[in-house]
């Protein structure tokens, strides 16, 4: 049986995925990675990812892809930041949202549809550009 996607077993995750600026096995990519580290990943060519035979070249350039969205997600927002298009409060907001997100991620139940709704829509509005006033 083949193991479930992330976004399969967190209905929270699958949400932002598909707001955010990785694929879905981008992020399975980046995870099983960070996740293993400090092993050989590579054996004969091959790494072994979701069960999966895939060669060292296609693994490693979805990882790298993945690197590279987050990299770019990152200076968007310093940049954004700079021309002052969005302010200190905007990004208050946006650490105080990751600050929810982690509350909810760890009272390990399932999020009802309503609340994760919510919170995507305060994201959104947090860095909303036409509600800015100066």
Same mark, same amino acid.
């Given at each position: 049986?083949?193991?479930?996607?992330?976004?399969?077993?967190?209905?929270?995750?699958?949400?932002?995925?598909?707001?955010?600026?990785?694929?879905?096995?981008?992020?399975?990519?980046?995870?099983?990675?960070?996740?293993?580290?400090?092993?050989?990943?590579?054996?004969?060519?091959?790494?072994?990812?979701? $069960?999966?035979? +895939?060669?060292?070249?296609?693994?490693?350039?979805? #990882?790298?892809?993945? *690197? @590279?969205? &987050?990299?770019?997600?990152?200076?968007?927002?310093?940049?954004?930041?700079?021309?002052?298009?969005?302010?200190?409060?905007?990004?208050?907001?946006?650490?105080?949202?990751?600050?929810?997100?982690?509350?909810?991620?760890?009272? $390990?139940?399932? +999020?009802?549809?309503?609340?994760?709704?919510?919170? #995507?829509?305060?994201? *959104? @509005?947090? &860095?909303?550009?036409?509600?800015?006033?100066?």
């Amino acid at each position: 049986m083949a193991e479930k996607t992330l976004e399969e077993t967190d209905k929270f995750l699958k949400i932002l995925v598909k707001e955010s600026t990785l694929t879905p096995r981008q992020l399975e990519a980046i995870v099983f990675y960070y996740n293993n580290i400090d092993s050989n990943i590579v054996k004969n060519g091959y790494v072994e990812f979701k $069960g999966n035979r +895939v060669s060292k070249g296609a693994f490693f350039r979805t #990882l790298n892809q993945a *690197k @590279t969205n &987050i990299r770019k997600a990152i200076i968007t927002l310093l940049i954004m930041a700079y021309l002052g298009l969005i302010d200190t409060n905007q990004l208050e907001i946006i650490i105080q949202l990751n600050s929810i997100m982690m509350q909810l991620k760890n009272r $390990g139940e399932d +999020v009802p549809e309503d609340v994760l709704n919510a919170f #995507l829509e305060r994201v *959104k @509005t947090a &860095i909303d550009l036409r509600k800015r006033v100066k």
